[in-house]
């Protein structure tokens, strides 16, 4: 299980770096505009 939950947090991080990484270009372009 706690390997389960290893894999999960991962996961997560991944997700939320990847999230972080577009509003960030999203945020670049609207000042761009």
Do not use: C, P
């Not at 299980?1 to 991944?14: G, I, K, P, T, Y």
């Not at 577009?22 to 000042?31: I, L, Y």
């Amino acid at each position: 299980m706690a390997h389960f939950d290893f894999l999960n947090e991962q996961r997560v991080e991944r997700r939320r770096h990847f999230f972080e990484k577009t509003m960030d270009k999203t945020q670049k372009e609207a000042k761009r505009k």
